[in-house]
């Protein structure tokens, strides 16, 4: 399962400068997978990728460090209506997230998804969107 983390500098925590997920790893015994952060001064957000089974486990102990922490049960979001199967985000999406099914028509694995935005931009129908 995919958890979001979301911190500020003047948090509790903060794991530009705490070894805040380490010592999850540490206290929980669970292996956390960091597929993305984007940290700077002010703020900070992190993608990880934990068993479903120790989400909540994690979770607990993110927040009890003053993480927030959003599940991410369907990251990246696809508008029906809107999509016409071109498959342009099947060539830019470096997660295998896309793909087409025998009838040609677009497959979602959205699990796959590590929140990198280029399908999102990619898409020529502006059919997709990341989970708010
Ligand atoms: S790029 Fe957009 S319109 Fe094309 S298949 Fe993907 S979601 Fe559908
Ligand atoms: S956001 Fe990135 S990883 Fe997620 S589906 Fe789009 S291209 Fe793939």
Known sequence: MKLLLAFTRKGKAD???EPVIARVVKETGVLINVEKA????????????VPDADAALVRRHLEEMGVAVRVMENAIIRDEDECVDCGACISVCP???FSFDAEWRLCV???RCVLCGKCIRAC???ALSQQG
């Open 38 to 49: 984007n940290i700077d001064s002010m703020a900070g957000e992190v993608l990880i990728d």
């Open 15 to 17: 794991p530009g400068r």
């Open 124 to 126: 020529p129908h502006s």
């Open 109 to 111: 694995d959205s699990k």
């Open 95 to 97: 997660q295998e997230v």
